[in-house]
């Protein structure tokens, strides 16, 4: 069983950046694909950005050129940059292996963009 915790998050106005990190213990990281994951309130989680065993990234396209996804195997680490934040991108972030979360869900953390 593979325990995530996240951190990272906070209040932040239009146009600023936020670095999310999430750190995962208790299983063999550097096998998966990761991902990070939002759920805002009263929608579905959904995947936002994902990161292949070797460290290629992907994304969705409401974050793309804004946000990069990066892994740091040797400390069983995932990180979200997010850069240029939008109201939108207000939610709860979490991350999981990715295409499918194989693992119990961490407590996430939270991002609030406002002015």
């Known amino acids: 069983q593979v325990q995530f915790v996240e951190s990272g998050g906070g209040l932040v106005q239009p146009g600023g950046s936020l670095r999310l990190s999430c750190a995962a213990s208790?299983?063999?990281?550097?096998?998966?694909?990761m991902g990070w994951y939002r759920q805002a309130p009263g929608k579905q989680r959904e995947s936002v950005a994902r990161v292949t065993v070797g460290g290629s990234p992907s994304y969705a396209d409401s974050v793309k050129g804004r946000f990069t996804i990066s892994r740091d195997n040797a400390k069983n680490t995932v990180y979200l940059q997010m850069n240029s934040l939008k109201p939108e991108d207000t939610a709860v972030y979490y991350c999981?292996?990715?295409?499918?979360?194989?693992?119990?869900w961490g407590q996430g953390t939270q991002v609030t963009v406002s002015s």
């Open positions: 999981n292996t990715y295409p499918r979360p194989q693992w119990d």
């Open positions: 208790g299983g063999s990281f550097r096998l998966y694909y």
